[in-house]
């Protein structure tokens, strides 16, 4: 298995099964950006008010296969197989929720503290294993490290424009990941860690030092 992170903005996903597995699928493809269409005989409940989810009162057929990107197959044992039949011979990808080795992809379970995210996989074996592995995993993450990934964000495309060559660069960013940052997170403001941090990328491209900051009156006429 290979994982990967998939990116659904206005892709075309189709849910299979309107039953409590479906409508979380469609739910989860939803909120990841995803154009969902959920394929059930039945009517769409009164309390599924996912946004962006389109609830499709009809069986499945193949034809509304055509176009779409990926499928979750969520609903009777026996349509389940045909979906992941028929997905497999037109090359798409298919997770299967009942019998998950039978399609070509899983999705782990995913927790998520500000813009770190952490997946556990099972390969399908167990979703409440993972489910579980995942919620002591996030409990362990130090809040301060969503405020390090942030300003590492913020601070890379300054990199790649400034830092030419390759091997600096790398040397660049294993230092802004280097544990002493988090250590100063928790004992400096975000701004001054900042401030460190752009020195430190001016150091390596040769541009001049950061300024003393003044006080918010000075300058100012009293």
């Keep these: ?26 739910r989860r493809a939803g909120a990841a950006g995803a154009a969902v269409r959920l394929l059930d005989p039945l009517p769409r409940p009164a309390d599924f008010d996912a946004a962006g989810v389109e609830w499709i009162a009809e069986r499945y057929a193949t034809a509304w296969l055509d176009g779409v990107f990926c499928v979750f197959a969520a609903g009777p044992a026996e349509v389940n197989a045909v979906v992941v039949a028929d997905c497999l011979a037109r090359g798409l990808l298919v997770s299967d929720a009942a019998v998950p080795e039978r399609g070509n992809f899983t999705l782990p379970a995913v927790g998520r503290v500000g813009p770190i995210g952490v997946a556990v996989s099972t390969g399908g074996a167990s979703p409440r294993l993972a489910a579980r592995l995942r919620n002591e995993l996030v409990a362990g993450i130090d809040p301060t490290m969503s405020v390090w990934v942030e300003l590492l964000d913020a601070l890379r495309p300054e990199i790649l424009r400034d830092v ?18 988090g250590e100063r997170l928790r004992a400096e403001s975000r701004e001054a860690v900042a401030d460190a941090m752009r020195d430190l990328i001016r150091g390596r491209t040769g541009g001049p030092p950061r300024g003393p900051r003044r006080p918010p009156d000075a300058g100012r006429p009293g």
Aim: proline content about 5%; charged content about 25%; overall charge neutral.
């Design 164 to 181: 030419a060559d390759p091997v600096a660069r790398r040397e660049l960013f294993a230092e802004l990941a280097a544990p002493g940052w």
């Design 1 to 26: 298995m290979l994982s990967i992170e998939l990116d659904l903005t206005g892709a075309s996903v189709l849910v299979v099964g309107g039953g409590a597995v479906g409508r979380r699928k469609a």
